[in-house]
């Protein structure tokens, strides 16, 4: 059967992978539009709104809301870088896990920090996570730039 030949099984994997990374970019932007066009409207009605405080929880509900949709966003980046080079990037996967574990932290209701062990947990990913994206950086710094051109062969001095 051809189908289970290996390349032509390859390439229906690989067409069935862009399909759904396409499908979820597709709705994931139509999640952020929304999600955009809510929060909009929310801080205007909230501007309007003189009772509204913006120094404690108001700020902080706006805040929540800035960073899920940036989440979303990079995301959305995961998937388009993963179309464009069929590699799952993982300085953009850790990027996008830090930016999540950060809005823990900073929107992190009074009342949690009460309890040590949530506060040590989020202590502990962060500092996972962010050694994890030094070392991945670390291994692109130092990494030679791979050479585009066809390998030849090299001349030995010394046998010259």
């Keep these: 059967m051809r189908l289970f030949d290996d390349r032509s099984f390859l390439r229906a994997i690989t067409a069935f992978e862009r399909a759904?990374?396409?499908v979820l970019s597709v709705v994931l932007t139509g999640v952020l539009v929304v999600a955009t066009l809510q929060l909009l409207l929310f801080?205007?009605?909230?501007?309007?709104?003189?009772?509204?405080?913006?120094?404690?929880?108001?700020l902080i509900r706006l805040l929540d809301q800035v960073l899920?949709?940036?989440i979303a966003l990079e995301?959305?980046?995961?998937?388009?870088?993963?179309?464009?080079?069929?590699?799952?990037?993982?300085?953009?996967?850790?990027v996008t896990a830090l930016t999540a574990v950060a809005r823990?932290?900073?929107v992190m209701p009074p009342g949690v920090q009460k309890n040590p062990a949530d506060l040590i947990g989020l202590g502990f990913a962060v500092l996972s996570m962010a050694g994890a994206y030094w070392l991945v950086r670390q291994s692109?710094?130092?990494?030679?730039?791979t050479r585009r051109e066809q390998a030849t062969g090299f001349q030995d001095p010394d046998l010259s």
């Excluded at 801080?43 to 009772?51: A, I, V």
């Excluded at 692109?140 to 730039?145: C, N, V, Y």
Aim: glycine share 6%; charged share 20%; no cysteine.
């Design 20 to 22: 759904i990374a396409k």
């Design 43 to 58: 801080l205007g009605s909230d501007l309007l709104d003189l009772n509204v405080n913006w120094t404690g929880e108001g």
């Design 68 to 70: 899920v949709i940036l």
């Design 75 to 94: 995301v959305l980046q995961n998937l388009t870088a993963y179309m464009r080079e069929h590699v799952v990037q993982i300085e953009l996967v850790l």
């Design 104 to 106: 823990k932290v900073i």
């Design 140 to 145: 692109h710094i130092k990494r030679l730039p």
